[in-house]
């Protein structure tokens, strides 16, 4: 099984690995994300390198192709968001879709889909039409099981895309952790 994520292509995006290039366009779209705000040029720049790096060396290692992915416009070749894979570290058991057990503690690991795009862009489609080709490059190519996004519940945006994407959307019933207070489940037979 190749692990190597190709450059995914739809409609209208190009997913693709970020360049050394991206450079500003990624400093604007990550200082717009609460989790990532304040960051210097220079840590962006450490960061991106890392990024660019991460690619080439979990394809040799033979592992997911965890990471973030440039969202491209194929038209202009504007660099629009971010998208990808991540482990994703989570108390999951307490949700109904995976055992509900609410006094579950432990946490487990699960495969994320995470995005990101830049202000200007929003409200057009754009995540849930490249989540789609992530998607589907995960349960092809991957042979994944599930896929699972986590959000905050005032994160409306994110949810929205979630439902779009035709995943089961649950809520932590405990309030902790923050980042894991609404959850979506994709099962590769949905």
Known sequence: ???????????????R???????????????????????SV?????WL???VRNHGALARLEQPPYGDRAMVLRAT???????????????????????????????????GLFWAVRTAHQR???ASEAARAV??????ALQLDRLVATTEHANTASQAVMRRLGMAVERNPL????????VGVLRATA
């Open 135 to 140: 998607i589907a490059y995960a349960f092809a």
């Open 49 to 51: 390198e890392w990024s």
């Open 124 to 126: 057009q489609g754009y």
């Open 17 to 39: 690995p970020f360049v050394l290039g991206d450079l500003e366009a990624c400093h604007q779209l990550l200082d717009c994300e609460a989790w990532q705000t304040g960051q």
């Open 175 to 182: 309030p902790e952790p923050t980042w894991f207070q609404t």
């Open 77 to 111: 070749g504007e660099l629009i968001g971010s998208i990808g894979l991540v482990p994703s570290l989570g108390p999951f058991d307490r949700l109904a879709s995976f055992g509900g057990d609410i006094a579950a503690t432990r946490y487990r690991p699960e495969v």
């Open 1 to 15: 099984m190749a692990l190597e994520m190709p450059v995914l292509e739809t409609a209208r995006l190009n997913v």
């Open 42 to 46: 220079a840590q962006r720049r450490e």
